[in-house]
């Protein structure tokens, strides 16, 4: 267990909630600077915090006037307010639809001055459908839709549905009444702690979307513990010196609205947004925005810090000044400590320190942040065992352990404040020893309140128990996987995502590191997975490959990964798909979906440039019409019988490997026919059964091709052969 006994929740007792606090900030900072937007052009839109909440304050009169809301009464104290004034709309949903800018933080803190609950959705392209609005929409039966004009626009009335057709509209950006601005302390009034401040909807599947309800309270201790964790400082006085934050995550991802843009209006800091388009296009703009504006706090998912290394010469690199960038997290999916590495080395010339680096754990459904790691002058990582990894144990190894057994895992540190860890053997719901690797559970003051109306599930994850324990219930189970040792979380990945082959553990990230090692700069980006085959599961890997690769390489590439994999994981992929860049879906944070992908596989709608698959009748068990193998064999015999059974062995190879026949040849090895262990296990059980010969792993060893296999085998059975 580990347990941070620091408490979060003490901020609530001076702010009830976010709207309480940044209403306080408007008045003592004015004229600071809140939010500056950097269009893709280099322009900047700027509101400082007064002008922030005037905006948010117009908005909240327009909204009202739509919702039919009453004035309420000038009243100088919360305690004054009579209950018949009460609301009607007090936590109704309404679904903010915006582009990268500065109005969707208008939208989301006039929703909260309002009583509704605001409901971030992912911007889609104009004129198309819009998948995760529909199913947030069905899902949690909003009553408004807050967008900008141009986006309220571009919404085809044919490409939606008539429940989203029917939804009042509000466009933040239009010129309204100022009637409504003088009643701040009225709306603070009707805003309790545990009322929701966010309705946050994940990035899974949208056939089964799961709105994760955040209260109020816990926005403000998740705030709190993001400030303690990163030894962060608010700005109460306008003297201070207040910190300064760079982001371009989409704000309707929960790092990007919460660790991005709530956590500076919580610190009284000021933030520089970008889009998401802006950085991918073009990586430096990313790190440009942080040295001209010398800001001190900045993060983002590991792909981001990969993409910098690819596309930022070590020249560029030098032009910039980075020195002042002291938190740089790195969250949202598994942390590469090759990639932090690398980056610290390729950033040093610009000032980039590396224990700058904040590795990071958390998800939604605890607000944001659960752990991280900080401190230490490179990146705190444990390397161990992979077999023992995948046996469910972490055992830690020396430097000189043999890297493809090996698997480095970043630390994630100690927990945040007011938050326990526990790793428990789900199936049991026992707590397991230190190094011992099972699911993670939380408990905490900033573990949300559940996902909307799903009680059912909600019973099962949100207050999960602890067995032979009656005093350990009300815990979340987050499906990831993890250990602790020495005090700090490891993350090993999400139990939904593990590959079980043959009774063993695989985690796709190992894979998909093989992967990168084994095609290089020929690769863009893989997912590996389990995917349904005749008899259980079965390996399948995607690989994205550069725009410019040369069509005739291909069938090299997956001889390449399918090589490499088997070396290093004793596993052969079923499939290996090569398809062009951006045919994997990633979340609006770049987190490979895998679930996505497997449907997207399984009914063949990813676009492929070539596809190998294992033969299906192989996987079904399905007896093949192979060439005889011979019966009795003599010394007249031997060279005939020794043709035969490499004839057997070579059409064995292409039924099992799904290899083109012209690619299977009798002096290839079988590693690069893709013989994995249980394959070379099937080999030889079948050859004994038809020649009566035991196949050992020294004799495969020492006869490593068809032909010569099949020379040895063919002279055994003559030594067996009475004369």
Same mark, same amino acid.
């Given at each position: 267990?580990?347990?941070? &006994?620091?408490?979060?929740?003490?901020?609530?007792?001076?702010?009830?909630?976010?709207?309480?606090?940044?209403?306080?900030?408007? =008045?003592?900072?004015?004229?600071?600077?809140?939010?500056?937007?950097?269009? /893709?052009?280099?322009?900047?839109?700027?509101?400082?915090?007064?002008?922030?909440?005037?905006?948010?304050?117009?908005?909240?009169?327009?909204?009202?006037?739509?919702?039919?809301?009453?004035?309420?009464?000038?009243?100088?104290?919360?305690?004054?307010?009579?209950? @018949?004034?009460?609301? &009607?709309?007090?936590? @109704?949903?309404?679904?903010?639809?915006?582009?990268?800018?500065?109005?969707?933080?208008?939208?989301?803190?006039?929703?909260?001055?309002?009583?509704?609950?605001?409901?971030?959705?992912?911007?889609?392209?104009?004129?198309?459908?819009?998948?995760?609005?529909?199913?947030?929409?069905?899902?949690?039966?909003?009553?408004?839709?807050?967008?900008?004009?141009?986006?309220?626009?571009?919404?085809?009335?044919?490409?939606?549905?008539?429940?989203?057709?029917?939804?009042?509209?509000?466009?933040?950006?239009?010129?309204?009444?100022? =009637?409504?601005?003088?009643?701040?302390?009225?709306?603070?009034?009707?805003?309790?702690?545990? /009322?929701?401040?966010?309705?946050?909807?994940?990035?899974?599947?949208?056939?089964?979307?799961?709105?994760?309800?955040?209260?109020?309270?816990?926005?403000?201790?998740?705030?709190?513990?993001?400030?303690?964790?990163?030894?962060?400082?608010?700005?109460?006085?306008?003297?201070?010196?207040?910190?300064?934050?760079?982001?371009?995550?989409?704000?309707?991802?929960?790092?990007?609205?919460?660790?991005?843009?709530?956590?500076?209006?919580?610190?009284?800091?000021?933030?520089?947004?970008?889009?998401?388009?802006?950085?991918?296009?073009?990586?430096?703009? #990313?790190?440009?925005?942080?040295?001209?504006?010398?800001?001190?706090?900045?993060?983002?998912?590991?792909?981001?810090?990969?993409?910098?290394?690819?596309?930022?010469?070590?020249?560029?690199?030098?032009?910039?000044?980075?020195?002042?960038?002291?938190?740089?997290?790195?969250?949202?999916?598994?942390?590469?400590?090759?990639?932090?590495?690398?980056?610290?080395?390729?950033?040093?010339?610009?000032?980039?320190?590396?224990?700058?680096?904040?590795?990071?754990?958390?998800?939604?459904?605890?607000?944001?942040?659960?752990?991280?790691?900080?401190?230490?002058?490179?990146?705190?990582?444990?390397?161990?065992?992979?077999?023992?990894?995948?046996?469910?144990?972490?055992?830690?190894?020396?430097?000189? +352990?043999?890297?493809?057994?090996?698997?480095?895992?970043?630390?994630?540190?100690?927990?945040?404040?007011?938050?326990?860890?526990?790793?428990?053997?789900?199936?049991?719901?026992?707590?397991?020893?230190?190094? =011992?690797?099972?699911?993670?559970?939380?408990?905490?003051?900033?573990?949300?309140?559940?996902?909307?109306?799903?009680?059912?599930?909600?019973?099962?994850?949100?207050?999960?128990?602890?067995?032979?324990?009656?005093?350990?219930?009300?815990?979340?189970?987050?499906?990831?996987?993890?250990?602790?040792?020495?005090?700090?979380?490891?993350?090993?990945?999400?139990?939904?995502?593990?590959?079980?082959?043959?009774?063993?553990? +695989?985690?796709?990230?190992?894979?998909?590191?093989?992967?990168?090692?084994?095609?290089?700069?020929?690769?863009?980006?893989?997912?590996?997975?389990?995917?349904?085959?005749?008899?259980?599961?079965?390996?399948?890997?995607?690989?994205?490959?550069?725009?410019?690769?040369?069509?005739?390489?291909?069938?090299?590439?997956?001889?390449?990964?399918?090589?490499?994999?088997?070396? @290093? +994981?004793?596993?052969?992929?079923?499939?290996?798909?090569?398809?062009?860049?951006?045919?994997?879906?990633?979340?609006?944070?770049?987190?490979?979906?895998?679930?996505?992908?497997?449907?997207?596989?399984?009914? /063949?709608?990813?676009?492929?440039?070539?596809?190998?698959?294992?033969?299906?009748?192989?996987?079904?068990?399905?007896?093949?019409?192979?060439?005889?193998?011979?019966?009795?064999?003599?010394?007249?015999?031997?060279?005939?019988?020794?043709?035969?059974? =490499?004839? #057997?062995?070579?059409?064995?190879?292409?039924?099992?490997?799904?290899?083109?026949?012209?690619?299977?040849?009798?002096?290839?090895?079988?590693?690069?026919?893709?013989?994995?262990?249980?394959?070379?296990?099937?080999?030889?059980?079948?050859?004994?059964? #038809?020649?009566?010969?035991?196949?050992?792993?020294?004799?495969?060893?020492?006869?490593?091709?068809?032909?010569?296999?099949?020379?040895?085998?063919?002279? @055994?059975?003559?030594?067996?052969?009475?004369?």
């Amino acid at each position: 267990m580990l347990r941070n &006994p620091a408490s979060a929740a003490q901020v609530t007792s001076h702010w009830p909630s976010l709207p309480h606090l940044f209403s306080e900030q408007a =008045q003592r900072h004015p004229d600071r600077l809140a939010l500056t937007f950097v269009e /893709d052009d280099g322009r900047h839109r700027t509101l400082t915090y007064a002008g922030l909440h005037d905006r948010v304050m117009e908005l909240c009169g327009r909204i009202g006037e739509v919702m039919g809301e009453r004035s309420p009464p000038e009243i100088s104290g919360r305690d004054k307010l009579p209950d @018949e004034i009460m609301e &009607p709309h007090s936590g @109704e949903r309404a679904i903010l639809l915006f582009p990268p800018g500065l109005e969707f933080i208008i939208g989301f803190f006039a929703c909260q001055y309002s009583g509704l609950v605001p409901v971030p959705t992912c911007f889609p392209k104009p004129g198309r459908a819009m998948p995760r609005l529909e199913s947030a929409v069905h899902d949690c039966a909003p009553k408004l839709l807050l967008a900008d004009a141009e986006t309220l626009a571009g919404i085809d009335p044919n490409r939606v549905s008539a429940a989203v057709n029917s939804l009042p509209s509000v466009a933040t950006d239009a010129i309204g009444s100022d =009637q409504w601005t003088a009643d701040v302390s009225a709306r603070l009034a009707l805003i309790k702690a545990t /009322d929701l401040g966010l309705l946050q909807y994940t990035s899974g599947s949208t056939s089964e979307p799961k709105g994760v309800m955040v209260s109020h309270a816990n926005l403000l201790a998740n705030l709190e513990s993001i400030r303690c964790a990163f030894g962060l400082h608010r700005s109460d006085r306008a003297d201070e010196p207040h910190c300064s934050a760079v982001f371009w995550l989409p704000p309707f991802h929960d790092m990007g609205l919460i660790g991005g843009i709530l956590e500076a209006v919580f610190l009284g800091g000021h933030t520089t947004l970008m889009s998401p388009r802006s950085f991918l296009a073009k990586p430096i703009r #990313w790190l440009e925005a942080i040295a001209q504006s010398g800001a001190t706090i900045s993060g983002a998912p590991n792909f981001a810090f990969e993409l910098c290394l690819d596309r930022i010469s070590r020249d560029q690199a030098a032009g910039l000044d980075l020195s002042r960038w002291n938190v740089a997290f790195c969250g949202a999916e598994p942390i590469a400590v090759e990639t932090l590495d690398r980056f610290a080395a390729h950033f040093a010339v610009a000032g980039f320190r590396s224990n700058a680096f904040i590795p990071c754990y958390g998800l939604a459904e605890a607000t944001l942040l659960v752990a991280s790691s900080r401190g230490s002058s490179i990146v705190p990582r444990l390397p161990v065992d992979r077999d023992d990894l995948s046996r469910g144990r972490a055992t830690p190894v020396p430097d000189h +352990h043999p890297l493809n057994q090996t698997r480095t895992i970043v630390s994630c540190g100690e927990p945040c404040a007011g938050m326990q860890i526990e790793i428990i053997a789900p199936d049991r719901r026992t707590r397991l020893d230190e190094g =011992q690797i099972g699911e993670i559970w939380l408990q905490g003051e900033s573990i949300a309140q559940g996902y909307w109306k799903r009680e059912g599930v909600n019973s099962h994850q949100f207050d999960a128990h602890i067995a032979n324990d009656d005093c350990a219930g009300g815990f979340l189970r987050t499906g990831d996987l993890g250990f602790i040792r020495d005090g700090s979380l490891y993350v090993t990945g999400r139990s939904k995502d593990v590959i079980i082959l043959r009774g063993r553990n +695989h985690f796709p990230q190992d894979i998909e590191a093989t992967v990168q090692r084994a095609l290089g700069d020929d690769m863009v980006k893989c997912v590996a997975l389990a995917t349904n085959a005749y008899v259980g599961e079965a390996l399948s890997i995607v690989v994205e490959l550069p725009r410019h690769i040369d069509g005739t390489l291909l069938p090299n590439l997956v001889r390449s990964v399918r090589r490499q994999v088997i070396e @290093e +994981h004793e596993i052969d992929p079923r499939q290996v798909v090569l398809t062009r860049p951006a045919a994997i879906p990633v979340t609006t944070s770049g987190k490979v979906q895998r679930s996505a992908c497997r449907q997207m596989l399984e009914s /063949d709608e990813i676009p492929s440039l070539y596809d190998w698959s294992r033969s299906i009748l192989i996987d079904q068990g399905v007896s093949e019409q192979l060439p005889a193998l011979p019966q009795r064999v003599d010394e007249d015999s031997r060279d005939a019988a020794s043709q035969q059974i =490499q004839a #057997w062995m070579m059409a064995w190879l292409i039924h099992r490997s799904g290899m083109d026949p012209r690619d299977v040849g009798p002096e290839t090895r079988f590693t690069d026919h893709g013989l994995d262990s249980m394959a070379a296990v099937e080999l030889s059980g079948e050859l004994d059964d #038809w020649l009566g010969v035991e196949l050992t792993p020294a004799v495969a060893w020492n006869h490593p091709t068809p032909a010569t296999l099949a020379a040895y085998l063919a002279g @055994e059975m003559a030594k067996a052969t009475p004369h």
